[in-house]
């Protein structure tokens, strides 16, 4: 007897119905998905991208690849690609630009994106911590961490557009301004040193229009 379209439908949903639940409830220690430990609203956002295919005559394997492809993106993040920028390049006097139309709204507690400051420290092989506005710090130039301390930082409102101002310890106390912009995946990064103190952000503006 042939097998209606709408059964298999309703098989088909099963299947994804159970392959969700094994997905998501297996804690077996053999299980390929055991370190991950997906949270409730990692779970609902799966499912809700299984959703449509409910209604869909697919088979089981179809499933399994759908699952597999989605479930490390949900689960683990999707990280960001941080891209260093030259201060030579044309992107640079793009950021430059951006930055001087811009609004922020300044703290002088750490702000940036999480894997700044790691992509920071892998690309100038340093430690990039930068401790609290006025905790101590390293000023002297003997090899000691962190030498590195925030004066003040500032955001965009649309969260894609920031900065970080810092101070470094050394043969002189130097200034430096940290400028990133997140574009899609990719958050573009651009450092430059700076000559003398800048209070405002309307002073680090005015050394880019020079």
């Known amino acids: 007897m042939p097998i209606s379209r709408s059964t298999t439908s309703r098989r088909n949903a099963d299947i994804c119905t159970t392959m ?10 053999t299980f390929v998905f055991r370190a991950f430990r997906p949270t409730r609203p990692k779970i609902v956002q799966i499912q809700k991208i299984l959703t449509p295919f409910k209604n869909i005559a697919m088979k089981p394997s179809h499933y ?3 699952l597999l492809f989605y479930i490390p993106v949900y ?8 891209i260093y920028i030259d201060n030579r390049n044309t992107i640079c006097k793009d950021l430059q630009d ?3 139309e811009s609004s922020f709204t300044c703290s002088k507690n750490l702000n940036a994106p999480v894997g700044l400051i790691g992509h920071l ?3 100038f092989k340093e430690d990039y911590t930068i401790t609290e ?8 130039d003997i090899p000691s961490y962190p030498n590195k301390r925030i004066i003040y930082n500032g955001i965009r409102s649309d969260l894609k557009f920031g900065f970080v101002l810092y ?10 301004l940290i400028l ?19 209070l405002t952000t309307e002073d680090l503006k005015e050394n880019f229009k020079r």
């Open 133 to 140: 506005y006025g905790k101590e710090y390293n000023q002297t």
């Open 20 to 29: 969700m639940t094994l997905s998501f409830r297996v804690h077996h220690p």
């Open 167 to 176: 101070e470094k310890g050394g043969l002189a106390i130097t200034r430096h």
């Open 180 to 198: 990133y912009k997140e574009e899609k995946r990719n958050i573009r990064v651009v450092q430059f040193w700076l000559k003398g103190a800048y």
């Open 121 to 123: 420290s892998k690309k």
């Open 98 to 100: 951006e930055f001087i």
């Open 64 to 66: 399994a690849r759908i």
């Open 75 to 82: 689960i683990t993040g999707c990280k960001p690609n941080y």
